[in-house]
């Protein structure tokens, strides 16, 4: 039965095709009789040039819903005019990225469960394959056109695939490649080495460049040359282009780049035992196929020319502020097509990548002239803006990138350019950001692990400030332990240094340094002690909060008041350390301790959590020598 309704349907479309009945009556025909076993069929009539013209563009909405309809999209393509249709195809894509988020959404709203979450993800496969197939019908539609100015359809197409493109998607981002090869006349082929090469190969089904597939151009300009300049036109674009999308890209995925170069870099510090995130990348499949995904993305910023950008313009490209982050929603100047930007933080990305991989994989890039100061500075300055929490949260991978940049630009000893005045404190300042608010703490731990080395190559006076200004003024208590930590470095650092005779040590080898530091270090707390501090609540709510600062504290005080150092503290520390310091602090723990005994308010994480740290915090001032 079936059988005979698919054939019943396909010659109802054969009898009925043009001039048999008119464009409009023949796309209800097809609409009303249209199912995934009439598609070979219909490729068949669409065959026709002359109706593929007349009747492609409405057709694009209606195929693109219907499973197996690539090669009916393929026909309408090739033959279809090419003006009609693209204005369709970015229609139709923009239309389904919307549908496509809203179904994130809702998959989002139901936490991964019920109706709406399981039809979010059907719809997100089908959103992709979509967007496949559109960007292949615009790389064969793209190099259909016969136009004077090429850059005017150009400039909207990638403004549309940029907005609708997911970069979570492997699909999407090797149809997106495909696409910038077909329209920038590259023909490399995939990678070999590069797992993502399957993925592109099995994506790119629409062959543009096969013009003896192809119907001419029917509005097709007279003498077929382009405008002067509209060549610089299209690179730019182009490279906007690519940049938008290595933006977009390492922002969805995770590539580890901070921690696998600290890794390379620093094979000592490496705690045996754990898997490395180097030896991840080597030996999990899907990270591969990341690490080739990115790979083929900068070598398509090398194909449309980003490589050969001088290190003049990328200074002044992250020097600007604010800076670009949507460059193709722009205008494109016709004499001065470097006007249009490129996307910050995708430059960034594009030139972290050089120098990650040029230590990682040895590989050879001309990376830019460029140094932490004033560059990089300026870079995370700029990028960073006003709102850094949220700067940090939208753009997880750009962070990695700048964070590379900067481990990077330290290893090669680029910290300051001739005539530069660094301010480190200010720097210091942004990478501590870095290590607060990024969701990874891999990437939290690298922004801290570089904040520790800029600090330490940072004259000792603004190293004195930068310690006392943290441990005074910041509010995290993490930022706070980190910074005591420092502080414990630095003087083990000046007091090796005077000891091996390579330096002087300088004011963190005596007394001078911790007489600076120790009110910062140990702060008065003798209100714990104080009758109305005898709250249970409040002393919690202290320690809850400061915890992690006073432990460190505490152990840097076994530190420095044991037999190595002790000599560096000054003439009546130790006694005053104890009276405002540790006596209150062994109080507090005292009561918390018998609250926590008696009252049930305790209980619970927080209160866990607090009793528990307060016997480490017992034991390790037990331990510290100060008669």
């Given at each position: 039965?079936?059988t005979t309704?698919?054939?019943d349907?396909?010659?109802?479309?054969?009898?009925?095709k043009?001039?048999?009945?008119?464009?409009?009556?023949?796309?209800?025909?097809?609409?009303?009789?249209?199912?995934?076993e009439?598609?070979p069929?219909?490729?068949?009539?669409?065959?026709?040039v002359?109706?593929?013209?007349?009747?492609g563009?409405d057709?694009?909405?209606?195929?693109?819903?219907?499973?197996?309809?690539?090669?009916c999209?393929?026909?309408?393509?090739?033959l279809?005019?090419p003006?009609?249709?693209?204005?369709?195809?970015?229609?139709?894509m923009?239309?389904?990225a919307?549908?496509?988020?809203?179904?994130?959404e809702?998959?989002?709203?139901?936490?991964?469960?019920?109706?709406?979450?399981?039809?979010?993800?059907?719809?997100?496969?089908p959103?992709?394959?979509r967007?496949?197939?559109?960007?292949?019908m615009l790389?064969?539609?793209?190099?259909?056109?016969r136009?004077?100015?090429?850059?005017?359809?150009?400039?909207t197409?990638?403004d549309?695939v940029?907005?609708?493109?997911?970069?979570?998607?492997?699909e999407?981002?090797?149809?997106v490649?495909a696409?910038?090869?077909?329209l920038s006349?590259q023909?490399r082929?995939?990678?070999?080495?590069?797992k993502?090469s399957?993925?592109?190969?099995?994506t790119?089904?629409?062959q543009a460049?096969?013009a003896?597939r192809?119907?001419?151009?029917?509005?097709?300009?007279?003498?077929?040359?382009?405008?002067?300049?509209e060549?610089a036109?299209?690179?730019?674009?182009l490279q906007?282009?690519?940049?938008?999308?290595l933006e977009?890209?390492v922002?969805?995925?995770?590539?580890?780049?901070?921690?696998?170069?600290l890794e390379f870099?620093?094979?000592?510090?490496?705690?045996?035992?754990?898997?490395?995130?180097?030896?991840?990348?080597k030996?999990v499949?899907?990270?591969?196929a990341?690490?080739g995904?990115?790979?083929?993305?900068?070598?398509l910023?090398?194909?449309v020319?980003l490589?050969?950008?001088?290190?003049?313009?990328?200074r002044?490209?992250?020097?600007?502020s604010?800076i670009?982050s949507d460059?193709?929603?722009?205008?494109?100047?016709s004499?001065?097509?470097?006007?249009?930007?490129?996307a910050?933080?995708?430059?960034?990305t594009?030139?972290?990548?050089?120098?990650?991989?040029?230590?990682?994989?040895d590989?050879?890039?001309?990376?830019?002239d460029f140094?932490?100061?004033p560059?990089?500075?300026?870079?995370?300055?700029?990028f960073?803006?006003d709102?850094?929490?949220?700067?940090?949260?939208?753009?997880?991978g750009?962070?990695?990138g700048?964070?590379?940049?900067?481990i990077?630009?330290?290893?090669?000893?680029r910290?300051?350019?001739p005539?530069?005045?660094p301010?480190?404190?200010?720097y210091?300042?942004?990478l501590t950001?870095?290590?607060?608010?990024?969701a990874n703490p891999?990437v939290?731990?690298?922004?801290?692990?570089?904040a520790?080395?800029?600090?330490?190559?940072?004259?000792?006076?603004?190293?004195l400030?930068?310690l006392?200004d943290?441990?005074?003024?910041?509010m995290?208590?993490?930022?706070?332990?980190c910074a005591?930590?420092?502080?414990?470095?630095?003087?083990?650092?000046?007091?090796?240094s005077?000891?091996?005779?390579?330096g002087?040590?300088?004011?963190?080898?005596t007394?001078?340094?911790?007489e600076?530091l120790?009110?910062?270090?140990?702060?008065?707390l003798?209100?714990?002690?104080?009758?109305?501090?005898?709250?249970?609540e409040?002393?919690?709510e202290?320690?809850?909060q400061?915890?992690?600062?006073?432990?460190?504290v505490?152990?840097f005080?076994?530190?420095?008041?044991?037999?190595?150092?002790?000599d560096?503290a000054?003439a009546?520390?130790?006694a005053?350390?104890?009276?405002?310091?540790?006596?209150?602090?062994?109080?507090m723990a005292?009561?918390?301790?018998?609250?926590?005994?008696?009252?049930k308010?305790?209980?619970?994480?927080t209160g866990?959590?607090?009793?528990?740290t307060?016997?480490?915090?017992t034991?390790?001032?037990?331990r510290?020598?100060l008669?």
């Amino acid at each position: 039965m079936a059988t005979t309704t698919t054939e019943d349907a396909v010659k109802r479309l054969r009898d009925s095709k043009p001039p048999a009945t008119d464009a409009t009556t023949y796309l209800t025909i097809i609409e009303m009789s249209l199912t995934p076993e009439l598609l070979p069929a219909l490729r068949d009539i669409l065959d026709d040039v002359k109706l593929t013209s007349e009747i492609g563009w409405d057709l694009v909405e209606m195929l693109i819903a219907v499973p197996g309809s690539e090669g009916c999209l393929e026909r309408v393509a090739h033959l279809g005019n090419p003006r009609e249709v693209i204005l369709k195809v970015l229609e139709v894509m923009e239309k389904g990225a919307v549908e496509a988020e809203e179904a994130k959404e809702a998959k989002e709203g139901e936490d991964g469960v019920g109706e709406k979450a399981e039809g979010g993800t059907d719809m997100a496969v089908p959103a992709t394959q979509r967007f496949v197939t559109l960007c292949g019908m615009l790389a064969v539609l793209h190099n259909r056109l016969r136009v004077k100015a090429p850059s005017r359809f150009l400039h909207t197409t990638l403004d549309t695939v940029h907005h609708s493109y997911d970069g979570a998607s492997p699909e999407a981002t090797a149809a997106v490649i495909a696409l910038v090869r077909s329209l920038s006349g590259q023909k490399r082929p995939p990678l070999p080495t590069r797992k993502s090469s399957t993925v592109i190969a099995q994506t790119s089904s629409f062959q543009a460049g096969d013009a003896s597939r192809s119907a001419p151009d029917p509005e097709a300009s007279e003498g077929g040359g382009q405008d002067a300049g509209e060549s610089a036109l299209v690179q730019r674009l182009l490279q906007a282009f690519v940049t938008c999308v290595l933006e977009s890209f390492v922002n969805a995925n995770a590539l580890e780049w901070p921690a696998r170069l600290l890794e390379f870099t620093y094979p000592e510090k490496i705690v045996s035992g754990r898997m490395t995130q180097m030896q991840a990348f080597k030996d999990v499949d899907d990270l591969q196929a990341r690490d080739g995904l990115i790979g083929q993305l900068v070598s398509l910023a090398g194909d449309v020319g980003l490589a050969k950008l001088p290190s003049d313009s990328i200074r002044e490209a992250f020097a600007a502020s604010p800076i670009c982050s949507d460059p193709l929603s722009g205008e494109l100047l016709s004499d001065k097509p470097e006007a249009m930007g490129l996307a910050t933080g995708g430059l960034a990305t594009l030139v972290a990548y050089w120098m990650f991989a040029t230590d990682l994989f040895d590989a050879q890039h001309s990376i830019p002239d460029f140094h932490i100061f004033p560059h990089h500075h300026a870079l995370l300055q700029n990028f960073l803006g006003d709102n850094p929490q949220d700067q940090i949260g939208s753009n997880p991978g750009v962070v990695e990138g700048l964070l590379v940049m900067g481990i990077w630009l330290h290893t090669q000893s680029r910290l300051i350019a001739p005539a530069a005045t660094p301010d480190f404190m200010a720097y210091h300042h942004l990478l501590t950001l870095l290590g607060v608010f990024h969701a990874n703490p891999r990437v939290r731990q690298s922004a801290i692990t570089l904040a520790g080395l800029v600090l330490h190559a940072a004259p000792e006076e603004e190293r004195l400030s930068i310690l006392e200004d943290l441990l005074e003024n910041c509010m995290f208590a993490s930022l706070q332990s980190c910074a005591v930590s420092w502080v414990k470095d630095e003087i083990i650092a000046a007091r090796k240094s005077e000891e091996d005779k390579s330096g002087s040590g300088g004011k963190f080898a005596t007394a001078e340094g911790l007489e600076r530091l120790q009110y910062a270090l140990f702060p008065d707390l003798t209100h714990l002690q104080d009758e109305e501090a005898q709250d249970t609540e409040a002393l919690l709510e202290f320690w809850a909060q400061s915890w992690p600062f006073q432990l460190q504290v505490a152990n840097f005080a076994v530190f420095v008041f044991g037999p190595r150092y002790r000599d560096m503290a000054p003439a009546g520390m130790a006694a005053a350390v104890e009276h405002r310091y540790v006596e209150p602090l062994l109080h507090m723990a005292g009561v918390l301790r018998d609250a926590g005994a008696k009252d049930k308010t305790l209980d619970g994480a927080t209160g866990e959590q607090a009793t528990g740290t307060l016997e480490i915090l017992t034991d390790t001032l037990g331990r510290v020598a100060l008669r």
